[in-house]
Nanobody
Framework: DVQLQASGGGLVQAGGSLRLSCAVS????????IGWFRQAPGKEREGVAC????????YYTNSVKDRFTISSDNAKNTVYLQMNSLKPEDTAVYYC??????????????????WGQGTEVTVSS
């Protein structure tokens, strides 16, 4: 059974940091691309970042570039999303996603097959 377990969300003040974790089971991380999406209240789900299998290329949506970093620890089968300089507009439920291929449009929700449950991030002003 393929599972993605997201954790690490919480309440933080603007300017603070959080690190989200996505623990995967049922497959080896090295053979899959992993991404993070988020959904703010009343808004559509949007792609935040992803890391490609193979060469480990990373991709970010413009609003989080230079603030967020996605990384993977294959030994722990876990992907991390380090979030720094958090803003109130980063408030959302964050989901980790996975697929055996690297999607051509990584920020399209339809491109990802496996979805984990969300972890909630709240940034207070």
């Amino acid at each position: 059974d393929v599972q993605l377990q997201a954790s690490g969300g919480g309440l933080v003040q603007a300017g603070g940091s959080l690190r989200l974790s996505c623990a995967v089971s049922g497959f080896h991380l090295g053979g899959y691309s992993i991404g993070w999406f988020r959904q703010a209240p009343g808004k559509e789900r949007e792609g935040v970042a992803c890391i490609s299998k193979g060469d480990g290329s990373t991709y970010y949506t413009n609003s989080v570039k230079d603030r967020f970093t996605i990384s993977s620890d294959n030994a722990k089968n876990t992907v991390y999303l380090q979030m720094n300089s958090l803003k109130p507009e980063d408030t959302a439920v964050y989901y980790c996603v996975g697929d055996i291929i690297m999607p051509s449009n990584w920020d399209d929700t339809d491109e990802w097959f496996y979805w984990g449950q969300g972890t909630e991030v709240t940034v207070s002003s």
